[in-house]
């Protein structure tokens, strides 16, 4: 049983900076990708940033210089600081992380419920 909890988003100023959390629980044997998504139309989601095992980043380019996504594999958890918010960067991000439950088991892909964030002036 896996579940991924995100940190509260919350409304932000205009060129303000914000900073997302998102942990996994449950019998993991191990994680490999993990990353961020932001809500698009239906059921679609679209990449914003994503960080291998190993640490190597990836990001969309409207977010990269602001954006910055991190990890502690101890912790099961990745982070998201976004920097200089812009109105665009408006909306439900969701954490996502590719889990194996056991030796042999392979990976499958497990989200978050999803958090608001909202740029205002």
């Known amino acids: 049983q896996v579940q991924l909890v995100e940190s509260e988003g919350g409304l932000v100023s205009f060129g303000g900076s914000l900073r997302l959390a998102c942990t996994a629980s449950?019998?993991?044997?191990?994680?490999?990708?993990m990353g961020w998504y932001r809500q698009g139309p239906g059921d679609q989601r679209d990449l914003v940033a994503t960080?291998?095992?190993?640490?190597?980043?990836n990001y969309a380019d409207s977010v990269k210089g602001r954006f910055i996504i991190s990890r502690d594999n101890p912790k099961r958890a990745v982070y998201l600081e976004i920097n200089n918010m812009k109105s665009e960067d408006t909306g439900v991000y969701i954490c996502?992380?590719?889990?194996?439950?056991?030796?042999?088991?392979?990976?499958?892909?497990?989200w978050g419920r999803g958090t608001q964030v909202t740029v205002s002036s």
């Open positions: 996502y992380q590719e889990v194996s439950l056991g030796y042999g088991l392979g990976f499958r892909d497990y």
């Open positions: 449950g019998d993991i044997f191990t994680v490999d990708t």
């Open positions: 960080i291998s095992r190993g640490g190597s980043p």
